[in-house]
Protein backbone atom coordinates (compact mmCIF):
# COMPACT_ATOMS: atom_id res chain seq x y z
CA UNK A 1 0.00 0.00 0.00
CA UNK A 2 1.36 3.33 -0.93
CA UNK A 3 0.03 6.90 -0.73
CA UNK A 4 0.72 10.32 -0.40
CA UNK A 5 -0.69 13.06 1.05
CA UNK A 6 0.72 16.83 0.94
CA UNK A 7 -0.08 19.41 4.25
CA UNK A 8 0.65 22.63 4.29
CA UNK A 9 3.14 22.63 7.32
CA UNK A 10 6.72 22.52 7.68
CA UNK A 11 8.19 19.51 8.42
CA UNK A 12 9.58 20.00 11.38
CA UNK A 13 6.71 21.06 12.92
CA UNK A 14 5.04 17.57 11.75
CA UNK A 15 8.03 15.65 13.07
CA UNK A 16 7.63 17.04 16.44
CA UNK A 17 4.10 16.14 16.43
CA UNK A 18 4.82 12.90 15.77
CA UNK A 19 7.08 12.36 18.80
CA UNK A 20 4.18 13.12 20.96
CA UNK A 21 1.64 10.44 21.42
CA UNK A 22 -1.29 13.05 23.02
CA UNK A 23 -1.16 14.81 19.52
CA UNK A 24 -0.82 11.64 17.38
CA UNK A 25 -3.86 10.04 19.52
CA UNK A 26 -5.56 13.30 18.64
CA UNK A 27 -4.67 13.15 14.50
CA UNK A 28 -6.37 9.39 14.24
CA UNK A 29 -10.07 10.35 13.02
CA UNK A 30 -12.88 8.88 14.92
CA UNK A 31 -10.74 7.59 17.81
CA UNK A 32 -12.40 7.28 21.00
CA UNK A 33 -9.62 6.83 23.56
CA UNK A 34 -10.76 4.50 26.65
CA UNK A 35 -9.97 5.64 30.51
CA UNK A 36 -6.63 3.86 31.69
CA UNK A 37 -5.38 2.97 28.48
CA UNK A 38 -2.44 3.84 26.44
CA UNK A 39 -2.27 7.20 24.90
CA UNK A 40 -2.67 5.99 21.46
CA UNK A 41 -5.50 3.15 21.92
CA UNK A 42 -8.91 2.56 22.29
CA UNK A 43 -12.11 2.19 19.65
CA UNK A 44 -12.12 2.87 16.60
CA UNK A 45 -14.83 3.03 13.86
CA UNK A 46 -14.41 2.33 10.46
CA UNK A 47 -17.14 2.87 7.59
CA UNK A 48 -16.82 1.26 4.58
CA UNK A 49 -19.49 0.15 1.41
CA UNK A 50 -22.62 1.38 4.24
CA UNK A 51 -21.21 -0.95 6.84
CA UNK A 52 -19.51 0.35 9.78
CA UNK A 53 -16.88 -1.88 12.00
CA UNK A 54 -16.04 -0.62 15.28
CA UNK A 55 -11.78 -1.99 16.37
CA UNK A 56 -10.87 -1.84 19.84
CA UNK A 57 -6.82 -1.49 19.59
CA UNK A 58 -3.29 0.06 19.92
CA UNK A 59 -0.71 2.19 17.26
CA UNK A 60 2.75 2.76 17.85
CA UNK A 61 4.53 5.52 16.47
CA UNK A 62 8.44 5.31 17.13
CA UNK A 63 10.95 7.32 15.03
CA UNK A 64 13.72 5.55 12.84
CA UNK A 65 17.54 6.56 12.31
CA UNK A 66 16.88 7.48 8.69
CA UNK A 67 14.49 10.06 9.85
CA UNK A 68 11.36 8.03 9.05
CA UNK A 69 8.83 6.59 11.21
CA UNK A 70 7.09 3.52 11.78
CA UNK A 71 3.47 2.93 12.31
CA UNK A 72 2.48 -0.46 14.28
CA UNK A 73 -1.23 -1.18 14.80
CA UNK A 74 -3.39 -3.91 15.19
CA UNK A 75 -7.11 -3.99 16.99
CA UNK A 76 -9.65 -6.51 17.25
CA UNK A 77 -13.74 -6.37 16.25
CA UNK A 78 -16.00 -5.07 19.27
CA UNK A 79 -18.75 -7.51 18.07
CA UNK A 80 -17.08 -10.43 16.23
CA UNK A 81 -13.16 -12.37 16.20
CA UNK A 82 -12.29 -10.29 13.45
CA UNK A 83 -8.50 -8.75 13.80
CA UNK A 84 -6.60 -6.21 11.52
CA UNK A 85 -2.78 -5.22 11.27
CA UNK A 86 -1.27 -2.36 10.29
CA UNK A 87 2.69 -1.53 9.28
CA UNK A 88 3.56 1.46 7.91
CA UNK A 89 6.62 3.27 7.25
CA UNK A 90 5.66 6.95 7.51
CA UNK A 91 8.23 9.55 6.00
CA UNK A 92 8.14 13.65 5.50
CA UNK A 93 9.13 14.78 2.03
CA UNK A 94 9.73 18.81 2.40
CA UNK A 95 8.08 20.84 -0.66
CA UNK A 96 7.86 24.87 -0.78
CA UNK A 97 5.77 25.62 2.46
CA UNK A 98 4.91 22.50 3.14
CA UNK A 99 5.03 19.09 3.73
CA UNK A 100 4.63 15.62 1.68
CA UNK A 101 3.45 12.23 4.25
CA UNK A 102 4.24 9.32 2.31
CA UNK A 103 2.81 6.03 3.54
CA UNK A 104 4.14 2.57 2.60
CA UNK A 105 2.99 -0.51 4.04
CA UNK A 106 0.97 -3.98 4.85
CA UNK A 107 -2.11 -4.48 6.19
CA UNK A 108 -3.97 -7.47 7.18
CA UNK A 109 -7.12 -8.21 8.33
CA UNK A 110 -9.79 -11.31 8.29
CA UNK A 111 -13.61 -11.25 10.02
CA UNK A 112 -16.32 -8.88 8.60
CA UNK A 113 -13.98 -6.15 6.41
CA UNK A 114 -13.24 -9.44 3.93
CA UNK A 115 -16.60 -9.58 3.37
CA UNK A 116 -16.71 -5.93 2.09
CA UNK A 117 -15.75 -5.42 -1.45
CA UNK A 118 -12.38 -4.16 -1.99
CA UNK A 119 -12.79 -1.23 -3.86
CA UNK A 120 -14.63 -0.20 -0.76
CA UNK A 121 -12.09 -0.63 2.05
CA UNK A 122 -9.05 0.64 -0.01
CA UNK A 123 -11.73 3.88 -0.34
CA UNK A 124 -11.96 3.97 3.35
CA UNK A 125 -8.56 3.19 4.33
CA UNK A 126 -7.69 6.31 1.87
CA UNK A 127 -9.92 8.30 3.69
CA UNK A 128 -8.76 7.21 7.12
CA UNK A 129 -5.10 8.10 5.70
CA UNK A 130 -6.10 11.82 4.45
CA UNK A 131 -7.63 12.48 7.16
CA UNK A 132 -5.19 11.29 9.55
CA UNK A 133 -2.74 13.63 8.14
CA UNK A 134 -4.73 16.97 8.20
CA UNK A 135 -5.23 16.43 11.85
CA UNK A 136 -1.68 16.03 12.02
CA UNK A 137 -0.69 18.82 10.00
CA UNK A 138 -3.50 21.24 12.38
CA UNK A 139 -1.70 19.47 15.85
CA UNK A 140 1.50 20.45 14.09
CA UNK A 141 0.25 24.47 14.01
CA UNK A 142 -1.33 24.45 17.69
CA UNK A 143 2.38 24.17 19.58
CA UNK A 144 2.77 24.35 23.10
CA UNK A 145 2.79 27.56 24.85
CA UNK A 146 6.28 26.78 26.59
CA UNK A 147 8.54 24.55 25.24
CA UNK A 148 10.55 21.79 26.72
CA UNK A 149 13.63 23.39 28.54
CA UNK A 150 12.39 27.11 29.19
CA UNK A 151 10.44 28.38 32.48
CA UNK A 152 7.02 29.99 32.06
CA UNK A 153 7.30 33.85 32.67
CA UNK A 154 6.98 34.16 36.48
CA UNK A 155 4.57 36.80 37.34
CA UNK A 156 3.57 38.60 40.84
CA UNK A 157 1.70 36.12 43.10
CA UNK A 158 -1.59 36.61 42.50
CA UNK A 159 -3.13 33.61 45.66
CA UNK A 160 -6.57 33.71 47.28
CA UNK A 161 -4.87 34.93 50.12
CA UNK A 162 -3.29 37.57 48.84
CA UNK A 163 -6.70 38.43 46.84
CA UNK A 164 -8.87 37.91 50.27
CA UNK A 165 -6.42 40.36 52.34
CA UNK A 166 -6.51 43.31 49.54
CA UNK A 167 -10.28 42.88 49.70
CA UNK A 168 -10.49 43.56 53.73
CA UNK A 169 -8.13 45.79 53.96
CA UNK A 170 -9.97 47.94 51.29
CA UNK A 171 -13.26 47.02 52.98
CA UNK A 172 -12.02 48.35 56.42
CA UNK A 173 -10.24 50.99 55.02
CA UNK A 174 -13.14 52.78 53.59
CA UNK A 175 -14.08 56.46 55.36
CA UNK A 176 -17.77 56.40 56.86
CA UNK A 177 -19.03 59.63 56.70
CA UNK A 178 -20.19 61.58 60.29
CA UNK A 179 -23.75 61.58 60.51
CA UNK A 180 -25.59 64.95 60.00
CA UNK A 181 -26.03 67.42 63.51
CA UNK A 182 -29.71 67.72 62.66
CA UNK A 183 -31.68 64.58 63.27
CA UNK A 184 -34.67 66.24 61.02
CA UNK A 185 -32.15 66.53 58.04
CA UNK A 186 -31.43 62.59 58.32
CA UNK A 187 -35.16 61.64 58.50
CA UNK A 188 -35.76 63.85 55.69
CA UNK A 189 -32.89 61.91 53.50
CA UNK A 190 -34.46 58.85 54.15
CA UNK A 191 -37.73 58.18 52.66
CA UNK A 192 -40.55 57.24 54.55
CA UNK A 193 -41.80 53.74 53.84
CA UNK A 194 -45.41 53.18 54.44
CA UNK A 195 -47.11 50.03 54.78
CA UNK A 196 -50.13 50.88 52.80
CA UNK A 197 -49.87 52.61 49.19
CA UNK A 198 -51.39 55.80 48.31
CA UNK A 199 -55.06 55.92 46.87
CA UNK A 200 -53.57 56.46 43.86
CA UNK A 201 -51.12 53.70 43.55
CA UNK A 202 -53.79 51.30 45.02
CA UNK A 203 -56.22 52.62 42.11
CA UNK A 204 -53.40 52.28 39.07
CA UNK A 205 -52.10 48.71 41.10
CA UNK A 206 -55.88 47.42 40.58
CA UNK A 207 -56.59 48.81 36.94
CA UNK A 208 -53.34 46.71 36.09
CA UNK A 209 -53.74 43.75 38.18
CA UNK A 210 -57.31 43.41 37.28
CA UNK A 211 -60.34 42.38 39.54
CA UNK A 212 -60.18 40.87 42.88
CA UNK A 213 -60.86 37.22 43.58
CA UNK A 214 -64.43 38.01 44.65
CA UNK A 215 -65.14 39.67 41.85
CA UNK A 216 -64.13 37.25 39.40
CA UNK A 217 -66.41 34.66 41.28
CA UNK A 218 -69.31 36.85 41.38
CA UNK A 219 -69.55 38.63 38.46
CA UNK A 220 -70.27 36.78 35.18
CA UNK A 221 -68.30 36.49 32.45
CA UNK A 222 -68.07 39.04 30.01
CA UNK A 223 -66.95 39.06 25.92
CA UNK A 224 -66.65 36.19 23.89
CA UNK A 225 -67.50 34.10 27.38
CA UNK A 226 -70.33 35.59 28.22
CA UNK A 227 -73.93 33.73 28.15
CA UNK A 228 -76.10 33.11 25.21
CA UNK A 229 -79.68 34.86 26.97
CA UNK A 230 -82.30 31.99 26.52
CA UNK A 231 -85.20 33.18 24.17
CA UNK A 232 -87.99 34.72 25.97
CA UNK A 233 -91.42 33.07 25.63
CA UNK A 234 -94.78 35.25 25.60
CA UNK A 235 -97.31 33.81 27.71
CA UNK A 236 -100.72 33.97 26.56
CA UNK A 237 -103.54 35.23 28.49
CA UNK A 238 -106.21 33.11 29.48
CA UNK A 239 -108.80 35.16 27.66
CA UNK A 240 -106.52 34.97 24.54
CA UNK A 241 -106.31 31.15 24.68
CA UNK A 242 -109.97 30.77 24.02
CA UNK A 243 -111.03 33.49 21.69
CA UNK A 244 -109.79 31.55 18.59
CA UNK A 245 -111.90 28.96 19.71
CA UNK A 246 -114.96 30.89 20.19
CA UNK A 247 -114.24 32.75 16.99
CA UNK A 248 -114.23 29.77 15.00
CA UNK A 249 -118.01 28.30 17.04
CA UNK A 250 -119.16 31.87 15.96
CA UNK A 251 -118.51 31.67 12.64
CA UNK A 252 -119.65 27.69 12.15
CA UNK A 253 -122.99 28.58 14.32
CA UNK A 254 -123.42 31.52 11.30
CA UNK A 255 -123.04 29.37 8.50
CA UNK A 256 -125.35 26.07 9.57
CA UNK A 257 -127.79 29.18 10.34
CA UNK A 258 -127.58 30.57 6.93
CA UNK A 259 -128.03 27.28 5.41
CA UNK A 260 -131.10 26.39 7.27
CA UNK A 261 -132.59 29.37 6.50
CA UNK A 262 -132.50 28.88 2.82
CA UNK A 263 -134.28 25.20 2.93
CA UNK A 264 -136.96 26.73 4.50
CA UNK A 265 -137.11 29.16 1.60
Known amino acids: MEHEVFVPVPADRLKAALTD ?38 VRVSARDDGAHTVVG ?39 ITELP ?64 DPAADEAAVPWESSEPPAEAAHARRTMIGRSAEEVDHAPPRGRYAPVPAPQTVVRSSALRWAAPAAALAVASAIVVSRALRRRR
Open 118 to 181: EDAVRSATTRLLNRFAENLGDEADDEPAATEGEEAPQGPPASDDVTRAEAKASLFDTEIPPPSL
Open 21 to 58: PARVARAVPGLQQEAGAEPVAGRLKLRAGGTTITYRGT
Open 74 to 112: EGTETRGTGTVKLSLTLRLRPEGEGTTVLFEGTASADGR
